[in-house]
């Protein structure tokens, strides 16, 4: 029969443990990267969306004229394209692990 022993001595009590600690905090530096990465697609596809409204000739508000631009390929395609590819990089930068 075999005697159980304990761990921790007399002479350990009133110490504590050493455990070495581990960092608790779960982004790093890469995580940080990659969501100014896709912080700045946001803002260049919201930029690329800005422009004249529909009504709007030379920066004047003219409700009898009719302004085509809001209708451009880099307003409703590429702008949005940019936004969504942001927001994924966002998502992939929230869950990258370190």
Known sequence: MSKKTNKFSASDFGKEAEVPQENTFYFGQQNFKWMLIGLAFIVVGFL???????????????????????????????????????????????????
Request: a positive charge.
């Open 48 to 98: 690329l969306m800005m422009g004249p409204d529909a009504n709007t000739v030379d920066g004047k508000l003219d409700p009898n004229s009719w302004n085509d631009d809001i209708f451009s390929i880099r307003r409703i395609r590429i702008a949005p394209l940019f936004v969504v590819i942001g927001f994924v990089i966002e998502v992939y930068a929230i869950l990258k692990r370190k």
